[in-house]
């Protein structure tokens, strides 16, 4: 079965780091870029951090830039978010999600189930 | 960054209607635009990428049109199913990748 699976969310407190992981299966890994997209509680998606498929290639937004890094590891299918820095407003769930380009880290066709991280003293 | 905003905020109708949901740009997003279906407490779910083609699977009554700034998301003879928030999201001018506040599709 083609998923992706993650792991990794929790209770963490203001300035702490937590890391996300995200494991594909049932697919060619390195032949995707791949994305996180966080949701506040009761808000809208937020596009936060992409990947190509060469895993060279990394984008963030601004609100997250300088405190979080993407990384992948095609020898385990895994896909990583490294959070630093957390602030109460990082809280949300996120997800990983898996683009049909090589490239360009968007038009998602395959997510991870989410994983709450709530940032919180 | 591209601003993407819909309407209506919420869109109240009965099953077997057809909906109509806006997605408007703060400037030209060529056709990079996309539309996701998101039920309550589950990931989204891709429907349509760049303007009008459907992700595999996705029923044939949801079709999409557009260009530029302005983009449509209509879903023909609504199923209880289709109740849902419905986000757009362009790829057009990127970082970063832009998401709709969504539209909310109630009975």
């Known amino acids: 079965e083609v998923q992706l699976l993650q792991s990794g969310g929790g209770l963490v407190q203001p300035g702490g780091s937590l890391r996300l992981s995200c494991v594909a299966s049932g697919l060619p890994f390195s032949d995707y870029a791949m994305g996180w997209v966080r949701q506040a509680p009761g808000k809208g998606l937020e596009w936060i951090s992409g990947l190509s498929g060469s895993g060279v290639d990394k984008h963030y937004t601004d609100s997250v830039k300088g405190r979080f890094a993407v990384s992948r590891d095609k020898s385990t299918n895994m896909l990583f978010l490294e959070m630093n820095s957390l602030r109460a407003e990082d809280t949300a769930v996120y997800f990983c999600?898996?683009?049909?380009?090589?490239?360009?880290?968007?038009?998602?066709?395959?997510w991870g189930q989410g994983v709450l991280v709530t940032v919180s003293s | 960054e591209i601003v993407l905003t819909q309407s209506p905020a919420t869109l109240s109708l009965s099953p077997g209607d057809t909906a109509t949901l806006s997605c408007r740009a703060s400037q030209s997003v060529s056709t990079y635009l996309a539309w996701y279906q998101q039920r309550p407490g589950q990931a989204p779910r891709l429907l349509i990428s760049n303007t009008s083609n459907r992700a595999t699977g996705v029923p044939a009554r949801f079709s999409g049109t557009g260009s530029g700034t302005d983009f449509t998301l209509t879903i023909s003879g609504l199923q209880p199913e289709d109740f849902a928030v419905y986000y757009c999201q362009q790829r057009y001018a990127w970082p970063p990748i832009t998401f709709g506040p969504g539209t909310r599709l109630e009975i």
């Open positions: 999600a898996k683009s049909p380009y090589w490239n360009d880290p968007s038009d998602f066709d395959l």
